[in-house]
């Protein structure tokens, strides 16, 4: 049945319809054709909005990792599941094929087993972006634990925050990480944050750096000598279709972090049928998807998403300054890859860098280009599609969220006609909607608006881990029977939609609202400008002015900086209008940005509005260090 692999447009529209004509009849058929179920379901789907609780494939019974390894034993045993390609480019890559990764995963589960891990318990994952991350997620799920990764970046404070919230009884860690040419010391961070954590009874160690390292008897063990001993056979925990699967923390707009519950056979279904065709991927392809498994875009497209096709997906240890700027291209023609995936933070960097390096590489095996974790600019979109793609491989702008599971409105490559910045249309089975401020849907095209969810989808988090009135209160209760994303939108004159930044992060200046999205690409688009922010803060006449934090190239630096804000306030004139002038610009070295790359504009408008009293936690951020830079040099 061809529902499963989308191919060309009328096909696109045809399966879309039936998707939300017939949800539960579309869900069923996909869920039937192309997974493995130990029991059927009773019930496709129960819903209600207003509780809120969705529950898919009720009764099924099912374990995720015999989708994503054993199943693929018979056929491709041989081929390779994991493509590691450690930080240090002299260091052979590792190969694991689907054999390898199921005896590799079942020794884990059967280490997990030996120290007491059960169904339920949850596991917390701090690791490097090595094998072991993807083997201790599949092991945890094997066996019915609840994994909950955390960024092997986050500070000890941060980690035990997590720890504590989910009440994790084992912490899996490193003796350290590689970044680029530095260590990081993660049994060190892990130590610390252990000083405040009750509830782990033990520290599972991986040796990655062989650093000398504290190891505290009777709770720290050196997982390799457990691993050689443990059984290479592993019978898999049956699970029901709404068992949680994992917990992933997402930083709310205030306070706690949230950790989004993701169940087992929806998530499965949801992130196996969007990676199929949001990349298009086919038979002995080679894919690689540059984010963090700390985060979901790893999660769902590193791991899960890739392996329940029998897919080869691509795990790199490093960054892509090291020891080059050149440094993924030179993995895309060592690997051939095919289809690639990164966020617009490192395309705009690597574009500071020109195309010097990224012409010495053959970049001609790739098929398909993708963008994730904010909306791409349009001079970065053509950038990666000119000099990446040479205008042959589509660029696919994906939206979605931790919250989602799974891509939410993508092109389909070689399916829709992309529009640079545009997500284009929702995926199957998405019944995407704009809401505006008084709670009406927006009809039609050419709107503006909220966007919203109005039907679940398979991948949807079920709740908040252990406060689910917070879940209702963020998503479900601003509209009606609707999803609220966070986000603004448009919806163009042919129904593409185009993400315009979190409403949070709209500004109404003299009565007019403002994303901020479009007026830092404007910016962006000056010739001396690498990268910009924008943030709201407050004025006596306007209610609101616009404050910029911008980026110079190095060429930008030399010059005035009073003629540059002219020019920079003219190039918005010319792109927006006069309304979306900056009242202040702050030439700055950097963007306090999370470890994922995105900017912390709450910690911007803070400062922008002298309060920085209020500024709060910044030891998460990927570089603290340039928050007092940018108050002392604020205008």
Not at 37 to 50: G, M, Q
Not at 347 to 354: E, N, P, S, T, Y
Not at 591 to 616: C, D, F, V, W, Y
Request: net charge neutral; proline share 5%.
């Amino acid at each position: 049945m061809s529902n499963y692999h989308i191919k060309h447009l009328e096909e696109y529209f045809q399966v879309y319809r039936k998707s939300v004509n017939q949800p539960e009849a579309f869900w069923e058929e996909i869920a039937e054709e192309n997974f493995m179920w130990r029991k059927k379901w009773d019930t496709v789907l129960e819903w209600d909005f207003s509780k809120p609780a969705v529950k898919w494939f009720k009764g099924a019974k099912l374990n995720i990792t015999e989708n994503c390894i054993d199943r693929h034993l018979l056929t491709r045993g041989e081929q390779t599941a994991i493509l590691f390609e450690p930080n240090d480019p002299n260091e052979p890559a590792e190969h694991i094929t689907y054999k390898q990764l199921s005896v590799r995963v079942n020794k884990f589960a059967n280490v997990l087993k030996s120290k007491g891990i059960q169904k339920g318990d949850r596991v917390c994952i701090y690791l490097p972006m090595i094998p072991e991350l993807s083997i201790a997620l599949l092991a945890c799920a094997r066996i019915g634990a609840i994994h909950s990764v955390v960024f092997a970046g986050f500070s000890a404070t941060a980690l035990a925050t997590r720890i504590n919230d989910s009440d994790c009884k084992m912490v899996i860690t490193s003796d350290g990480s590689f970044r680029g040419n530095k260590t990081i010391d993660l049994k060190g961070i892990v130590d610390e944050a252990m000083d405040s954590c009750t509830c782990v009874e033990s520290v599972l160690v991986v040796k990655r750096i062989n650093s000398e390292i504290q190891m505290k008897s009777g709770r720290d063990f050196w997982i390799a000598p457990l691993l050689e001993k443990a059984s290479d056979a592993c019978e898999i925990e049956i699970m029901d279709a709404e068992d949680p699967l994992f917990i992933l923390y997402t930083s709310g707009s205030t306070g706690m972090p949230k950790g989004m519950v993701h169940s087992t056979a929806g998530y499965m279904v949801y992130t196996a049928y969007t990676f199929k065709n949001a990349f298009q991927y086919k038979e002995n392809d080679v894919y690689w998807c540059t984010a963090d498994i700390g985060w979901i875009t790893g999660h769902s497209y590193i791991v899960y998403g890739p392996l329940a096709n029998g897919a080869t997906t691509v795990m790199f240890e490093g960054v892509p300054s090291y020891p080059d700027f050149g440094r993924f291209w030179k993995i895309v023609q060592k690997h051939k890859i095919n289809q690639f995936y990164t966020a617009p933070t490192a395309i705009r960097a690597l574009a500071k860098h020109g195309t010097e390096l990224v012409n010495t590489y053959d970049l001609s095996s790739l098929k398909v280009l993708g963008s994730v974790g904010e909306p791409i600019n349009e001079e970065a979109w053509h950038w990666y599609n000119d000099n990446i793609g040479k205008k042959k491989s589509p660029i696919i702008d994906t939206w979605w969220q931790t919250e989602t599971g799974g891509i939410m409105i993508t092109p389909i490559p070689y399916v829709t006609p992309t529009k640079p910045t545009y997500a284009t249309l929702p995926f199957i089975g998405i019944q995407a909607c704009l809401m505006d401020e008084n709670g009406q849907e927006l009809n039609g095209n050419q709107v503006e608006g909220r966007l919203c969810i109005k039907f679940p989808w398979p991948s949807i988090a079920r709740t908040i881990w252990g406060n689910h009135q917070r879940y209702k209160e963020t998503y479900f209760s601003a509209y009606e029977n609707k999803y609220f994303t966070g986000d603004g939108a448009l919806r163009d004159e042919v129904g593409y939609y185009r993400i315009t930044g979190r409403v949070d992060d709209v500004i109404i200046v003299s009565g007019h609202n403002l994303g901020t999205a479009p007026i830092e690409d404007a910016i962006n688009e000056h010739p001396a400008v690498v990268e910009s922010a924008i943030v709201g803060f407050p004025h006596d006449v306007k209610g609101s002015a616009l404050y910029g934090y911008v980026i110079l190239k190095d060429t930008g630096e030399s010059r005035n900086h009073a003629n540059l804000r002219k020019e920079i306030n003219q190039v918005i004139t010319e792109h927006i209008g006069p309304i979306a002038k900056l009242d202040k610009i702050q030439f700055t070295d950097g963007l306090p940005k999370t470890r994922s790359g995105k900017i912390m504009r709450r910690i911007l408008r803070k400062i922008a509005a002298n309060e920085m009293e209020r500024i709060g936690d910044i030891s998460t951020l990927l570089n603290p260090e340039v928050v007092q830079s940018i108050i002392e040099n604020k205008r």
